[in-house]
């Protein structure tokens, strides 16, 4: 899960980072009076999960209350990248002497963690690492030990002498964070040298991991804080692993592997048609989780034809037919439903289906061919 | 031979009194494997349909000489059950769970290092050597002993490609669910690397998907280490950039981790890659006739 820049502020501050002073607002006035209390001099930055703010417009230097009421009215309006804007954080200006990269992330190569430093920060630091990958130092960091002092001082050991204690010591503290709120990255870009000698974090950008969200309580409570498309709603709350995308071919499969699959045959079928969706029912999947997928992907009107692959292991065939069915009798669908079942009790669910013979059901004996004949009937070919 | 299990595997069942746990413990030994315990604390002294039950893994290992730990433990106490087998010396531990915190699997594997333990998953479908043994929740009957090693990020989609080389009568040796977390045990690179030293095994096929470099680098492998021939197939061609797609560890990340980059890396390797289940399938039939 991506955090808010502000949520990630929240969590920093808790371990000690220092960060300028800033509010949360969610309008224009509310803006400008964050402003004025934080003596006029302030950045207007969007709330979102995405990244890329500075170059895309989402964040505002301004000068006075009315230039920071001005820019948060746009942002409101204009949402950022697609998405809508509904806070954005006003921060005060402070004054720089040098700005840096850091962040702490998950290396799934290594399988444990890499911290890293740039001399050079406020920029995209993929340009860094390709422009001047001396600027960057990285050290990974064991998952038992954790970061320590040591890696802190060599991870630091190319920024000016008088800022290298100052980000040590913030170093130190990003890992506390990625710790205790089992974060998979922590970054701040940029994390600053102030006029003054101290050291600061400007942004930051924090992912958690979803697994561990069970024992991270205040964490998952910040998931409504985030926009989410109503049909994936739906879909999350009946346990369904749902994702909208752009193409006609509704998909129900069983395990992400076969279903991503799913959707490159689809499209790898000639028809011009692609995947409309990815929907994961899991294993073990029952006739109520089956109806429920069929019904949350009929809710789609983009959906031209509908195929559902399963390949049982747990799953059971027979309860899925059961489940198709069920969902027949409470949806009445305009599209045709492409049906494959292999695996566990396929016969006896094939059979279930050819007794119902019902008018929108067409089955299909392979992936291969099942994934043809929804494409064309998308497409409306023959 | 075949890799990681066989006739002399004496399976432990970690959380065998919970409702997955005794359905595969009897399915696995309804295929032939010896599953000689389980464990689950404050449970010892009872049995499930014969399986004696322990208190610990070292109580089970003691009294039945058990040699691999199979984990269904809830996630939340799935690594405390990695360690407890690990500490047991059990020599395999094959992790069927899934949701595991990465942090917790980041500190597993390196608490694994320089042990004798090996781990498979988590988030895995197991291991099955067909004919020999099965530990793990693959259905045996899509599988028959052959060899054609498999290798594979993926439960389901594995299942699609050992079925389609089934129907072929192409058999397997050994198929290898190494699970789809980004942090886990034995992957591609470990599986090859048996393979290839397995006299049972004529070719390989790995399976990967979207995320990740594990594909990349089992491409760098297969060119400087293997003399087995080797076919792939990736899942995840459609996936857009940033969006997971069910498995932790299926997401593309800016410009790393695509499909298109992993099938080119394997194909610049000399590895075979198909573009649907059932070209894999075909392509593994042409290279050994």
């Known amino acids: ?154 991870l630091t050991g190319h920024l000016p002498p008088e800022a290298r204690e100052g980000a040590a010591r913030l170093l130190t503290q990003a890992w506390g964070v990625l710790v205790a709120f089992d974060a998979t990255l922590v970054e701040l870009n940029p994390f600053v040298l102030l006029e003054g000698g101290a050291v600061m974090a400007l942004d930051a950008k924090v992912t958690i991991d979803d697994n561990a969200l069970f024992r991270q309580p205040d964490i998952a409570a910040l998931a409504d804080s985030f926009p989410i498309d109503p049909v994936e709603k739906r879909a999350k709350a009946a346990g369904l692993q749902y994702l909208k995308l752009d193409g006609e071919v509704g998909i129900i499969g069983n395990g992400a592997g076969l279903v991503m699959s799913t959707l490159d045959v689809v499209k790898q079928a000639g028809a011009r048609a692609e995947a409309a969706n990815f929907l994961d029912v899991g294993g073990g999947a029952s006739s109520e989780v089956m109806a429920t997928s069929l019904e949350v992907i009929l809710s789609d009107p983009d959906v031209k034809s509908v195929l559902v692959n399963i390949f049982g292991g747990i799953t059971r065939c027979d309860l899925v037919a059961k489940g198709i069915l069920g969902a027949l009798e409470r949806v009445s669908p305009e599209v045709p439903i492409v049906v494959r079942l292999d695996g566990t009790n396929a016969e006896e669910g094939r059979r279930i289906l050819a007794e119902a013979n019902h008018p929108r059901i067409v089955p299909a004996k392979t992936m291969l061919e099942a994934a043809e004949r929804a494409a064309r009937l998308a497409k409306g070919v023959a | 031979m075949a890799i990681l299990v066989d006739e002399d595997t004496k399976v432990v069942v970690g959380g065998i009194t919970g409702s997955e746990g005794t359905f595969h413990a009897l399915r696995n030994r309804s295929y032939g494997t010896q599953v000689v315990a389980g464990v689950t604390p404050g449970k010892g002294g009872q049995n499930v349909e014969g399986i004696p039950v322990f208190d610990t893994v070292a109580d089970a290992v003691e009294a039945t000489g058990a040699n691999t730990s199979l984990v269904f433990v809830p996630a939340r106490f799935a690594s405390e059950a990695i360690y407890e087998a690990a500490d047991a010396s059990v020599g395999l531990i094959v992790c069927i769970t899934e949701g595991i915190p990465v942090r917790d699997m980041a500190q597993v594997v390196v608490s694994l290092r320089g042990t004798g333990a090996a781990l498979v998953g988590p988030n895995c479908p197991g291991v099955i050597s067909p004919g020999r043994s099965n530990v793990g929740i693959i259905p045996g009957e899509i599988c028959t002993p052959g060899r054609v090693g498999l290798v594979s990020r993926s439960g389901t989609l594995t299942y699609q490609i050992v079925h389609e080389l089934t129907q072929r009568g192409i058999g397997q040796s050994t198929c290898v669910g190494m699970g789809g977390d980004p942090v886990h045990g034995i992957g591609f690179i470990g599986s090859l690397e048996r393979f290839e030293a397995d006299p049972d095994t004529d070719l390989v096929v790995m399976i990967g998907e979207i995320g990740g470099d594990d594909e990349e680098r089992a491409a760098e492998y297969v060119r400087d280490r293997m003399s087995k021939p080797v076919v792939a197939y990736i899942a995840g061609f459609t996936a857009p950039p940033g969006k997971r797609m069910g498995h932790a560890g299926a997401i593309i990340t800016g410009s790393s981790g695509t499909a298109q980059g992993k099938a080119e890396a394997l194909e610049t390797a000399g590895v075979k890659v198909g573009r649907t289940p059932t070209e894999v399938a075909e392509l593994v039939q042409a290279a050994r006739s």
Do not use: C, W
């Open chain 1, 1 to 154: 899960m991506d955090l808010y820049e502000h949520h990630g502020k929240d969590l920093f501050e808790r371990h000690g980072i220092a960060l300028p002073e800033r509010a949360v607002v969610t309008t224009p006035e509310d803006a400008a009076r964050a402003a004025e209390r934080l003596g006029g001099h302030v950045a207007v930055k969007v709330q979102v999960q995405a990244g890329g703010r500075g170059k895309g417009g989402g964040v505002a230097l301004v000068h006075s209350p009315e230039g920071a009421a001005i820019e948060a009215a746009r942002m409101f309006e204009e949402g950022f990248k697609g998405t809508a804007v509904t806070r954005v954080l006003v921060e005060k200006l402070v004054d720089i002497a040098a700005q840096f990269y850091a962040a702490i992330s998950l290396d799934r190569s290594a399988g444990t963690y890499l911290a890293m430093v740039s001399n050079e920060g406020g920029v995209d630091i993929e340009e860094v690492a390709r422009s001047k990958p001396e600027a960057i130092r990285r050290v990974h960091v064991d998952a038992v030990r954790g970061l320590r002092s040591y890696h802190a001082r060599r």
